[in-house]
């Protein structure tokens, strides 16, 4: 259960949102200090399991063949053979890549996979997941449906996604204690590595969490 104070900010973003004709996400916006973001191994690059829920559509393609490719159906939005990914020019595959939240692929096309797509899906950090044998796919696309990346990159200050507005404000608080226990562990000097912390939603005013 997340931080009282955590909860209040996240209350009055909540309260402090203009309303609008959509429903809005709701960001973390984190701010680095004492790092060397040029050193790569410096660098916030993380996969967190929102316990909550996003509160969106997240859009996954599975890569996969047989039986696999069978059981992707019920759960992805998009299943692709092997041979259809070799015929992707580069416009279908970047329009794809764009759309498309997370990739997944059994793990012994990977090789194939970065021959053809890894110009355009590496740099925009959305490299499949591999599957292996023993994995569930079902059970991958569920728990990557409720996912979010952490990334820097060379930036002292990130964002990411941590709800929507309709939710309720506890169970987003909930989304960002469990983000900020991960950076905490994962940072070199944990919290003293975290200058400020807000959340907002898309068109709010930020609100300071930490």
Do not use: C, W
Request: hydrophobic share 40%; aromatic share 2%.
């Amino acid at each position: 259960m997340a931080d009282s104070d955590i909860e209040t900010a996240v209350a009055r973003a909540l309260e402090e949102s203009p309303d609008r004709n959509f429903t809005e996400t709701v960001d973390l916006a984190i701010n680095l200090r004492d790092l060397d973001l040029n050193e790569p191994s410096n660098r916030v690059d993380e996969s967190v399991v929102l316990p909550s829920g996003t509160g969106q559509d997240t859009r996954i393609v599975v890569i996969a063949e047989g039986e696999t490719a069978v059981r992707a159906e019920e759960v992805a939005d998009e299943v692709l053979s092997e041979d259809e990914v070799a015929d992707l020019d580069d416009d279908e595959a970047k329009d794809m890549a764009d759309e498309t939240d997370f990739f997944i692929a059994e793990e012994a096309m990977m090789q194939d996979i970065a021959r053809h797509l890894g110009t355009i899906l590496g740099p925009r950090g959305k490299m499949p997941d591999p599957l292996s044998p023993d994995d569930d796919v079902v059970e991958t696309v569920n728990r990557l449906k409720n996912t979010v990346q952490l990334r820097s990159g060379d930036r002292r200050t990130f964002h990411t996604l941590v709800g929507a507005e309709d939710m309720d404000a506890e169970n987003i608080a909930d989304n960002i204690d469990v983000i900020l226990r991960r950076l905490h562990a994962d940072l070199e000097k944990g919290p003293q590595n975290i200058d400020a912390v807000y959340v907002k939603t898309t068109m709010g005013p930020s609100v300071e969490v930490a």
